[in-house]
Structures are given as structure tokens and as C-alpha cells.
């Protein structure tokens, strides 16, 4: 079916995580910050197509900005500037992935800047971009795909009932971390899983879903645990014996989707792994170091190795909010002794604690029982930790922590204030909902 190339050993493979080493002095932070497209008066998602849809938006900011067409089987998925894009999630949910940058400071001037260029289009189309976890009046069956072509194959192989929640209503925030070496990449890789549950925990902000309390406070959350266990979750078992070749091999041994040649997609439907396809091929073609490449960017794990480290488990949170995410991982895994306290802090903790964390946190958050303690406990302790890493830093991005804070010291996470708002003085009244949430820029 198609022509042999040399065969794809594991080194090649290696060399995708060792070619990210990067010296501590050269450290970056980088943020991948999606939103959900609604219409500004009637709640509901807007679509690709309309005239004032998402691809009309894109061709009006090109248009203004100057920026290039990013294509997919020439239909525009998104666009670049540089280092820059904004790019579209299944649901046509907006990305922003700027370059990352020495200083939160410096990534926050970025996305403002883009944020003031991208919000007159948007007014003018009666859009809003909602900082916000998931759909919150619209679901799944009323918001249509974009056409790229990976999203169709995925869409129907995703085979967790809420997958199509996850793949067309949901937003999440990402964090980039860079590693001196591959013992420094690994400690920061189990680190930051131990801390995924809690910043779950810390920013859900996705209660009200479909118009209704759906009693999470982090459907988007849910929606993760329920999208396929073949490739989502903690990588590995987090424990003190991990490496890149065992990350690889946790990759390899998760059911392929798809493979692509010459620009055409051919559906593998999970009935290999790509261990198998490694060592035997399928359908006369051998692994290339780009089919590895494509399959790892279809894992889909909490915290995701690449050259660097890739944070995924927070709902969309707006205002300050975003960056007290990137301020915790910054304070912590850009500092030693941070590290070190971390890994004091959960040293009492085993595997199953975390996992079991991991499930219950969509539903209880801060109030999930850690053991003999609660999740909140634990909450306080990291922000301390990432706060006294960032004074000793001087940056002054301490500042940032003050957001979440404000919540977390109180013993709540922001869904718990929409929840008692929901059923309180807002009674259930969507408009209310989408103001306080337009608050939070």
C-alpha cells in the first residue's frame, strides 16, 4: 500500500525530548488559553459557517492584523504571526498559544495585546469569548465540528461517553515548563501530576452546563474521565522510577487513531498499537518518526511531555485567574527547594490517593478527602510554597498568586461561587451567569 522507508528505532524517538534541554537561565513560561465563542444575546455556541461565525471572524482579524492562514484541506482552522497563533479547538472553541516568555509579566502584555486587537472584531460580530470550562446553554448536539479533517476521525473514535463533551463544549488552560535535563524533566513531570488533581481542584469553573446545575463543579473535568482511558489520565504510575523511554513506551502502547501519508488520512480504529506497528507495520507501511510524532499529539494524558512539559487539567478561567496557574507551576518547578517542599508535602501520599483524587475532584473539589486531610489543605500549602519560590525570585510574580487567593483561602474554588449565585440571587437566570463571567477579561 505504500513504499518501505528504513525502519524507526526508539533513539530517534528519544531525540524528540532530549532536543528540548534547555539552561535554567533560558527558562520560559507558555500558556495555551482556549475560550468558548457564544453569541453576545443569545448564549448559544456560535458555529463555523454563519456569516458571523468563527471563520468570518478569522478572515476579518487576517484581514485587519495581517496575519497568515493556517489550512487544513484548504479550510482556515486558525492563524499565525511569528511565533503566535490563534488556532480552533473541535467546538470552535478560540486558542491562544503565544511564544513563551522569560516573565508572566511579559506572556500577560502579549495576550493583552492580542485580546485588544481580537476584541473589536468580536463586538462588532455580537460574539463573546467566555472564560468558562465548558458550553454553558448549548450542548454537544447542537454545536457542529470544524472541518479538519483529524477532528471527524477522532470524533468517531473517541469512545468515552462524554467525549463529545470534551472534544465541542469544553476550555482549559495549558502551562509550558522547560527541563535542564532528562532527571530534571522527569522529577518536574511527576511533580506536576501529583499537583494536577489539586489545580483542577483550585480553578473548576465549570458548574452550569446546558443551562443547568449539573452538580460538578468541573464538568469539564468529568468529561476527561469519561473521553478514553487508553490515552487519557496520569501517564504512567507517577512513580520514582520513570524516564523518557518509559514515557515512550506508555505511548506506544496506546491504540492508534490514525496515520497520515501524502496528506491523506488513513483510520488504524485502535486495532494496533503503535508498539505493534513499530516492531510489525501495517498494511506495508513502517513507522516514521512523524506517525510517532502525530500518535503522541493524540495521547492525551493530564501533564503531556513533549521537548517540554505540557500542564492540561484546568478549566478556563479568566482574568488574573490564568496566570495564578502559571504562577503556582513557575514557583514551584523553576525553584529546588520549591521542589523539595512539594515532594515533602505529598510524601505521604501513595499512587491510588492520587488517583482517587483525581475522580473525585470534579464532583467535591476542595473538599475531596485526601487520606485523613482535605484537598484544600493541601490547596494552601502549594500556594505558599509557589509563593515564598517567587519572592526569592524577585520578579515580583508573587502578584499574580493574589487571585487565587482570594478564593482559596476562603475555601472555595470560583465554580463554587457561581453555584450559590446560580441558586441564589441570579435564579438560574443565564444572562447573569454570562455577565459575572464577562467580568473576569
Given at each position: 500500500?505504500?513504499?518501505?522507508?528504513?525502519?524507526?528505532?526508539?533513539?530517534?524517538?528519544?531525540?524528540?525530548?532530549?532536543?528540548?534541554?534547555?539552561?535554567?537561565?533560558?527558562?520560559?513560561?507558555?500558556?495555551?488559553?482556549?475560550?468558548?465563542?457564544?453569541?453576545?444575546?443569545?448564549?448559544?455556541?456560535?458555529?463555523?459557517?454563519?456569516?458571523?461565525?468563527?471563520?468570518?471572524?478569522?478572515?476579518?482579524?487576517?484581514?485587519?492584523?495581517?496575519?497568515?492562514?493556517?489550512?487544513?484541506?484548504?479550510?482556515?482552522?486558525?492563524?499565525?504571526?511569528?511565533?503566535?497563533?490563534?488556532?480552533?479547538?473541535?467546538?470552535?472553541?478560540?486558542?491562544?498559544?503565544?511564544?513563551?516568555?522569560?516573565?508572566?509579566?511579559?506572556?500577560?502584555?502579549?495576550?493583552d495585546n492580542i485580546n485588544s486587537l481580537i476584541k473589536p472584531i468580536t463586538d462588532k460580530m455580537n460574539i463573546t469569548l467566555l472564560n468558562y470550562g465548558v458550553s454553558?446553554?448549548?450542548?454537544?448536539?447542537?454545536?457542529?465540528?470544524?472541518?479538519?479533517?483529524?477532528?471527524?476521525?477522532?470524533?468517531?473514535?473517541?469512545?468515552?461517553?462524554?467525549?463529545?463533551?470534551?472534544?465541542?463544549?469544553?476550555?482549559?488552560?495549558?502551562?509550558?515548563?522547560?527541563?535542564?535535563?532528562?532527571?530534571?524533566?522527569?522529577?518536574?513531570?511527576?511533580?506536576?501530576?501529583?499537583?494536577?488533581?489539586?489545580?483542577?481542584?483550585?480553578?473548576?469553573?465549570?458548574?452550569?452546563?446546558?443551562?443547568?446545575?449539573?452538580?460538578?463543579?468541573?464538568?469539564?473535568?468529568?468529561?476527561?474521565?469519561?473521553?478514553d482511558n487508553d490515552r487519557c489520565g496520569f501517564c504512567g504510575k507517577i512513580s520514582e522510577e520513570f524516564s523518557f523511554e518509559d514515557y515512550i513506551d506508555s505511548v506506544?502502547?496506546?491504540?492508534?487513531?490514525?496515520?497520515?501519508?501524502?496528506?491523506?488520512?488513513?483510520?488504524?480504529?485502535?486495532?494496533?498499537?503503535?508498539?505493534?506497528?513499530?516492531?510489525?507495520?501495517?498494511?506495508?507501511?513502517?513507522?516514521?518518526?512523524?506517525?510517532?510524532?502525530?500518535?503522541?499529539?493524540?495521547?492525551?494524558?493530564?501533564?503531556?511531555?513533549?521537548?517540554?512539559?505540557?500542564?492540561?487539567?484546568?478549566?478556563?478561567?479568566?482574568?488574573?485567574?490564568?496566570?495564578?496557574?502559571?504562577?503556582?507551576?513557575?514557583?514551584?518547578?523553576?525553584?529546588?527547594?520549591?521542589?523539595?517542599?512539594?515532594?515533602?508535602?505529598?510524601?505521604?501520599?501513595?499512587?491510588?490517593?492520587?488517583?482517587?483524587?483525581?475522580?473525585?475532584?470534579?464532583?467535591?473539589?476542595?473538599?475531596?478527602?485526601?487520606?485523613?486531610?482535605?484537598?484544600?489543605?493541601?490547596?494552601?500549602?502549594?500556594?505558599?510554597?509557589?509563593?515564598?519560590?517567587?519572592?526569592?525570585?524577585?520578579?515580583?510574580?508573587?502578584?499574580?498568586?493574589?487571585?487565587?487567593?482570594?478564593?482559596?483561602?476562603?475555601?472555595?474554588?470560583?465554580?463554587?461561587?457561581?453555584?450559590?449565585?446560580?441558586?441564589?440571587?441570579?435564579?438560574?437566570?443565564?444572562?447573569?451567569?454570562?455577565?459575572?463571567?464577562?467580568?473576569?477579561?
Open positions: 500500500m505504500f513504499k518501505l522507508k528504513n525502519k524507526l528505532e526508539k533513539s530517534d524517538i528519544l531525540k524528540l525530548y532530549t532536543k528540548g534541554y534547555t539552561q535554567p537561565e533560558n527558562y520560559k513560561i507558555g500558556l495555551e488559553y482556549e475560550r468558548l465563542p457564544i453569541s453576545s444575546t443569545t448564549f448559544k455556541a456560535v458555529d463555523y459557517w454563519s456569516e458571523f461565525g468563527i471563520k468570518a471572524f478569522l478572515e476579518s482579524f487576517a484581514k485587519e492584523e495581517t496575519w497568515d492562514y493556517i489550512l487544513d484541506d484548504k479550510n482556515l482552522i486558525g492563524l499565525k504571526n511569528k511565533h503566535d497563533t490563534i488556532t480552533l479547538e473541535p467546538g470552535c472553541q478560540v486558542e491562544i498559544s503565544a511564544k513563551p516568555e522569560r516573565t508572566i509579566f511579559a506572556l500577560k502584555q502579549k495576550i454553558p446553554y448549548m450542548t454537544n448536539k447542537g454545536i457542529n465540528l470544524i472541518p479538519k479533517r483529524r477532528y471527524k476521525i477522532m470524533a468517531r473514535y473517541l469512545w468515552g461517553i462524554l467525549s463529545d463533551v470534551m472534544m465541542r463544549e469544553t476550555a482549559g488552560i495549558q502551562c509550558c515548563i522547560d527541563f535542564k535535563s532528562e532527571e530534571d524533566a522527569m522529577r518536574k513531570f511527576k511533580l506536576a501530576n501529583k499537583l494536577s488533581p489539586f489545580m483542577t481542584a483550585m480553578f473548576a469553573n465549570s458548574p452550569i452546563r446546558g443551562g443547568v446545575d449539573t452538580g460538578y463543579k468541573t464538568f469539564r473535568g468529568l468529561s476527561w474521565l469519561n473521553t506506544m502502547k496506546a491504540p492508534m487513531i490514525f496515520i497520515q501519508r501524502d496528506n491523506l488520512q488513513f483510520e488504524v480504529k485502535g486495532n494496533i498499537t503503535f508498539e505493534e506497528f513499530l516492531n510489525d507495520g501495517w498494511e506495508g507501511t513502517q513507522a516514521t518518526i512523524e506517525d510517532y510524532e502525530l500518535h503522541a499529539n493524540l495521547y492525551f494524558p493530564d501533564v503531556r511531555m513533549r521537548n517540554f512539559i505540557e500542564i492540561r487539567n484546568h478549566d478556563c478561567v479568566g482574568g488574573d485567574l490564568k496566570y495564578a496557574i502559571l504562577a503556582i507551576y513557575k514557583g514551584i518547578l523553576y525553584s529546588n527547594f520549591a521542589m523539595s517542599e512539594c515532594e515533602e508535602l505529598f510524601k505521604g501520599l501513595q499512587y491510588k490517593d492520587f488517583e482517587e483524587l483525581r475522580f473525585n475532584v470534579p464532583k467535591n473539589t476542595l473538599q475531596s478527602r485526601v487520606r485523613k486531610a482535605k484537598a484544600l489543605d493541601y490547596a494552601k500549602e502549594i500556594i505558599g510554597i509557589a509563593q515564598r519560590a517567587l519572592k526569592e525570585e524577585q520578579t515580583g510574580e508573587e502578584l499574580f498568586l493574589d487571585s487565587i487567593k482570594e478564593f482559596t483561602y476562603r475555601g472555595v474554588c470560583p465554580a463554587d461561587v457561581i453555584v450559590k449565585n446560580w441558586n441564589g440571587s441570579w435564579d438560574r437566570n443565564m444572562a447573569k451567569l454570562i455577565k459575572y463571567l464577562s467580568k473576569f477579561e
